[in-house]
């Protein structure tokens, strides 16, 4: 690099993604769109405790014609890091829906209204200096923040051995100052958690100039419990639909819709929710009539030829049209909307695709298309500079959901909403050291909310994570799948590729590759899918308590490679497992399960060693007759057939 040629400098990702756990071991953050990150020996450690995901942040310098040169690292520059994170979630005001509603919002008061002194509700940390490689320590712990006046460790930061800083979230706690059960799914009074974000700043000293980096924001949210699956539609998804059309944001089929880079990946992801949610599975999944990785189905969506166009209209006109006020729940994706439970009878109560998503759909539809090719992903370092810079802006928010926003798992609706940013994927954030503004009246209402000097105008220290529940173990034990009781599937679902639904389990799969059972009951195991909460019970305040406390026993549903042995088509090649689940030390069912099949494996042994027996007494018996036939034709005796 030509460090003579440096004009600016920002850092990268402009918005990244931390997760909690209970381990006090991590792993890194994906920097690849569509990849999951492969920590060692799993996403739980030896323990069954559930490894954070830390973030990574670099810096990367820029030409005065904003062209990349490359990454700065304490190699060619003197970097100095400034991280300031908070929670202010119990300060805020409640979530009733999504403020950006067009005549839908609701006004929401403060929650923990009682409490005159709101201070005593924020943890706000005191911000973070570190500068060096190789650094970590309690030094760099965001310990000092305080609820009612007990303190709470948001994480910490180090530094690799480039200079790097690296965001390490908190544990995972959440805690009731009154020591009260939960009552409900986002606005529990005296309630606290550890999730958090922020901003993450960086002065850079080249050739004894100094430069202020533009900043990036952090975010720590909830474990992924669906490492590898993906939403239908993903936050990467929300956003740059509106970059693409408010924000003059390069749209990426702006030369063409291609099929394997814009159409599968969406019915893909439809297809691979089969692993969270039963729904699924009977509509998209293995074996189904719509299974969109079936490569004879996806050979004929592929093709742009007359003859596969009205299959390509069907699966297009099975898609709810975002543009649309009609309620349609028979369309799909089949998901719950930002308009869960208030709205009967109106579109926003199911989720539907982004307008770009939709607008390429239907150029498909119409043979608009080519058909492209499957390319492998790349690794991160194969990556071209500017790939690098596009995989780092996409790569955390396609790992996050695009909604429904009820109010959400990792990121909520503000993201959709232009005010909020500054450029693409960059936020507009506070200026340095001044912490987010809390108070904006006793009733916060649409229009304070997206007015132009509203909480959307700036991003500070608990900015993004403030609209979403609180605490979020009880948000994801609330917003499930199928409440309904008397449909068919257990559909809508809400979040089910972070927050699982029903599951293929561990025992299950292992009998599923079991050769030598039948595979009318190999494929009963693939079928049954198990409830992900049930080691929760069924009663919900029950439920939503013990989420509180025991969110790290649940399972990780994540891809299995073992080869499932046999030829038949009807079993999966590969499938997402439920694993990391403490499991009884006894299972009577299971053992039910084993005996009944090793019983029916050795009743049908010993008929094959039967029927072996016959064949050799009968072989045997024939082989007398010969050797007597023999004998008698030597002796010159002739015999009729009925003397035999």
């Known amino acids: 690099m030509d460090i003579s040629k440096i004009s600016h400098v920002s850092i990268y990702p402009p918005i990244g993604i931390a997760r909690i756990g209970n381990s006090p071991e991590y792993f890194l953050a994906s920097e690849v769109p569509g990849v999951e ?145 939960p009552t409900t799914f986002a606005n529990n009074v005296g309630w606290h958690d550890d999730t958090c974000d922020g901003v993450i700043r960086a002065t850079v000293e080249v050739n004894n100039i100094p430069l202020e980096a533009t900043p990036a924001m952090v975010a720590v949210t909830p474990p992924n419990f669906g490492p590898g699956l993906f939403g239908v539609v993903t936050m990467n998804d929300v956003v740059q639909d509106l970059f693409i059309r408010e924000m003059e944001y390069p749209d990426p089929a702006a030369n063409g819709v291609v099929f394997y880079e814009h159409i599968y990946p969406m019915l893909e992801r439809m297809t691979n929710t089969q692993w969270v949610n039963e729904g699924f599975a009977m509509l998209f999944g293995h074996n189904s009539p719509s299974d969109f990785t079936n490569p004879e189905f996806v050979a004929m969506l592929a093709s742009p030829d007359q003859s596969s166009q009205e299959v390509r209209q069907k699966v297009f006109e099975w898609f709810r049209d975002p543009s649309s006020e009609a309620y349609k729940p028979q369309q799909v994706p089949p998901f719950y909307g930002d308009g869960f439970g208030e709205y009967e009878g109106l579109s926003i109560v199911d989720l539907p695709i982004t307008q770009t998503q939709f607008n390429r759909l239907q150029k498909w539809a119409e043979g608009e298309f080519t058909t492209g090719q499957l390319q492998p992903k790349k690794a991160f370092d194969e990556l071209s500079l500017e790939e690098q810079l596009n995989a780092l802006n996409q790569a955390p928010l396609e790992e996050c959901l695009g909604g429904p926003f009820h109010p959400g798992i ?73 409440y309904n009781p008397s449909t068919y599937l257990p559909l809508p679902s809400f979040w089910a590729a972070r927050v699982p639904n029903q599951v293929l389990s561990e025992d299950g799969f292992e009998r599923l590759k079991d050769d030598s059972v039948n595979i009318g009951q190999r494929l009963k195991h693939f079928d049954y899918r198990q409830d992900w909460l049930r080691d929760l019970g069924t009663q919900y305040f029950k439920k939503i308590d013990k989420m509180t406390r025991q969110w790290h026993n649940l399972g990780i549903i994540a891809r299995h490679e073992d080869n499932v042995p046999g030829d038949s088509e009807l079993l999966p090649k590969y499938a997402w497992v439920e694993s990391g689940r403490p499991l009884p030390a006894v299972d009577a069912s299971f053992e039910q399960v084993e005996y009944v099949e090793e019983v029916i494996l050795g009743a049908r042994e010993q008929e ?35 003397e035999m």
């Open 37 to 181: 990150p492969q920590p060692t020996e799993g996403y739980k450690d030896n323990e069954g405790r559930i490894k954070k995901q830390a973030v990574k942040f670099k810096i990367y310098a820029f030409d005065s014609n904003n062209n990349v040169l490359g990454e700065l690292t304490e190699k060619e520059a003197n970097i100095k890091w400034h991280v300031h994170v908070a929670n202010i979630k119990a300060a805020w005001y409640e979530f009733n829906n999504a403020l950006d509603l067009p005549k839908a919002g609701i006004p929401s008061e403060y929650r923990n209204i009682n409490e005159k002194h709101r201070e005593k509700l924020a943890i706000k940390p005191s911000p973070i200096e570190i500068s060096g490689t190789n650094l970590s320590g309690e030094n760099y712990n965001f310990d000092d923040g305080e609820f009612y006046g007990t303190k709470v460790n948001l994480g910490n930061i180090e530094t690799d051995a480039q200079g790097r800083v690296i965001f390490v979230p908190g544990n995972g706690d959440a805690q009731s100052k009154d020591n009260i059960p």
């Open 410 to 482: 990792e990121l909520t609706w503000p993201m959709r909403v232009k005010l909020m940013w500054s450029a693409p994927y960059r936020l507009k954030v506070v200026a340095k050291n001044k912490d987010t503004r809390l108070a904006f009246g006793p009733l916060l209402s649409p229009q304070i909310a997206l007015s132009e000097d509203g909480p959307l105008s700036k991003s500070g220290p608990g900015a993004l994570t403030r609209w979403l529940g609180v605490p979020w173990q009880t948000d994801e034990a609330s917003c499930l799948s199928g």
């Open 608 to 642: 094959e060693r039967s029927k072996d027996e016959l064949l050799e007494k009968t072989e045997l018996l024939a082989a007398k007759k010969d050797v007597l036939k023999s004998r008698r034709t030597a002796a010159g005796t002739t015999f009729k057939r009925d």
